[in-house]
């Protein structure tokens, strides 16, 4: 019954990929969002919140970013700049696409087993891409929304101290995912010697549960990057209607 009660998680590919993959109950919160926001948020953000929706609007910046392809074709030039990257991250290429080991000329050497930390340590390194890439995006967007009406510009603010508000905790859970990955790679891990095959270097088997490790880590790094574009793909929409 647990089992499928796992498998029949709803919600955002992001949450289902690590809920999968941690084993664990990611069901959704029974809380409505307003409710939750009260315990994310302190009083000197609420404040600021409530500012940024009936205070002052501050002056639009003077100067702007300017796009060669205008805002839409620089967001998807830096998302697909991104994917790419990840794509392409060496740690993520699979077993066949390889460059061979070969062994050094000392007898009694054995390929090191794999460890999780070049995995952990490029997952951090995109992680902060990510947030760089996007983090820009949306201020520059801002600025755009400023200066197009004083409706748009309130937007722009509201954003900006959401931002400011929730960035932090968003920070701090994002940055269990790569323990999470750790976690699905020692099972990974385990489950290959428990089949008791040999792990020789040579077989056609030995790097099979990397290579499954290798794919979700990947497809938990898209589904993040796609998370992190959403403030980014907002900013966009209302930027088309203004």
Same mark, same amino acid.
């Given at each position: 019954m647990e089992s499928a009660r796992r498998t029949t998680v709803r919600g955002p590919t992001f949450i289902r990929l690590l809920g999968r993959l941690a084993d664990v109950d990611a069901s959704q919160s029974s809380q409505s969002l307003p409710d939750r926001l009260s315990g994310w948020l302190n009083w000197t953000q609420a404040i600021a919140l409530a500012t940024a929706l009936d205070g002052r609007l501050p002056e639009p910046v003077d100067e702007v970013a300017t796009f060669d392809e205008g805002p839409a074709g620089e967001c998807a030039r830096v998302r697909a700049a991104l994917a790419e990257t990840i794509a392409s991250a060496r740690e993520l290429v699979p077993? @066949?696409?390889?460059? /061979? =080991?070969? !062994?050094?000329?000392?007898?009694?050497?054995?390929? /090191? /087993?794999?460890?999780?930390?070049?995995?952990?340590?490029?997952?951090?390194? *995109?992680q902060r891409a990510m947030q760089g890439s996007t983090g820009r995006l949306r201020g520059e967007l801002r600025d755009l929304l400023g200066r197009s009406s004083p409706e748009m510009g309130r937007l722009a603010e509201l954003d900006a101290a959401m931002? %400011?508000?929730?960035? /932090?905790?968003?920070?701090? *859970? *994002?940055?269990?995912?790569?323990?999470? %990955?750790?976690?699905?790679?020692?099972?990974?891990?385990?489950? +290959?010697? @428990?089949?008791? @095959?040999?792990?020789?270097?040579?077989?056609?088997? +030995?790097?099979?549960? *990397?290579?499954?490790?290798?794919?979700?880590?990947?497809? =938990?790094? %898209? @589904?993040?990057?796609?998370?992190?574009?959403?403030?980014?793909?907002? %900013?966009?929409? !209302?930027?088309? !209607?203004?």
């Open positions: 077993s @066949a696409e390889r460059e /061979p =080991v070969v !062994a050094p000329p000392v007898e009694g050497w054995v390929l /090191p /087993p794999p460890d999780f930390a070049p995995f952990r340590q490029r997952y951090l390194t *995109l931002e %400011l508000a929730l960035s /932090p905790r968003e920070q701090r *859970l *994002l940055a269990t995912v790569p323990g999470l %990955l750790e976690t699905r790679f020692e099972s990974l891990r385990r489950a +290959h010697a @428990a089949e008791g @095959a040999p792990d020789d270097p040579a077989g056609a088997t +030995h790097d099979a549960w *990397l290579d499954v490790f290798r794919k979700d880590m990947q497809s =938990v790094l %898209l @589904a993040e990057l796609d998370v992190r574009f959403q403030p980014v793909e907002g %900013l966009l929409a !209302a930027l088309s !209607a203004s």
